[in-house]
């Protein structure tokens, strides 16, 4: 069964002080097996991020349906379900990584991460293996684990965002462009820690600007321009 469904979606976005209104996407139809990776393409501007955001209801979704098959909660509709229900989903079953890092100050990084692990009910001592391992994986300096993160680089954040949304192994996972602005190196350890977690079932959608990064990752391929999932060929996109 498709553990995401989104038909004929649309947001449109209202500007009160001008009075306008400006349609950012519309009529989006995708379907997600659980374990797909589906990658998402199209130019600036185009509603990529507006449809991640909509899915993990940062933004209210206002055109449409997005069916998501929750372990807890059954099938049902993200444009329609409670806070308290979207709450949940996004602590045990859906996270969402940008490329910036929003959090609260006087957190110390490693903190974050075992909080991360703690809201879900994990025990305080295996939280902190936890969070030591995807830090140590993510190549964050361990001078740097009882830092606020205020003060971390872009590429620091960014690490560590990854780090919160993927150590709760997430049934399906958000990336929007999170790679963004990396090194290689660290682009590497983004791809490798995907890889693993594709292997371990994760359903993940992702924006990226690199197709070369996606190469060989994802199972399918959304143009924003035509506005069709194109399914890779041998894992080369073929748009
Ligand atoms: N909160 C918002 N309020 C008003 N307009 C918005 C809002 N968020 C996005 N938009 C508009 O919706 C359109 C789509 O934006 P979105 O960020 O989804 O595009 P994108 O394809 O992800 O772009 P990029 O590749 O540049 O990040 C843009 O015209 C943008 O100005």
Same mark, same amino acid.
């Given at each position: 069964m498709a553990l995401l469904e989104v038909s004929d979606f649309g947001k449109q976005f209202i500007n009160h002080r001008l009075q306008v209104k400006r349609? &950012?996407?519309?009529n989006i139809h995708f379907t997600l097996e659980e374990g797909q990776f589906l990658g998402i393409i199209g130019k600036s501007g185009s509603g990529k991020s507006t449809i991640l955001k909509s899915i993990y209801r940062t933004y209210l979704p206002d055109q449409g349906t997005i069916y998501f098959d929750s372990n807890h909660l059954g099938k049902i509709d993200i444009t329609k379900i409670s806070e308290r229900e979207m709450i949940y989903l996004r602590k045990f079953e859906i996270s969402y990584v940008s490329q910036f890092l929003d959090v609260l100050p006087r957190i110390t990084c490693r903190e974050l991460v075992e909080k991360s692990l703690q809201e879900m009910g994990v025990e305080h001592a295996i939280a902190r293996v936890e969070a030591e391992s995807a830090l140590n994986h993510f190549e964050i300096d361990e001078k740097l684990w009882d830092v606020y993160p205020n003060t971390f680089s872009g590429g620091e954040k960014l690490r560590l965002n990854i780090a919160m949304a993927t150590v709760k192994q997430p049934r399906l996972l958000l990336l929007d462009?999170?790679? &963004?602005?990396?090194d290689q190196n660290s682009k590497i350890k983004v791809r490798e820690v995907i890889e693993k977690l594709k292997h371990s079932g994760t359903t993940l959608i992702g924006i990226f600007h690199d197709i070369e990064f996606i190469e060989g990752l994802c199972d399918s391929i959304f143009n924003m321009n035509d506005h069709q999932p194109v399914t890779t060929v041998g894992n080369k996109y073929e748009g």
């Open positions: 349609q &950012a996407v519309k462009e999170p790679t &963004a602005s990396l």
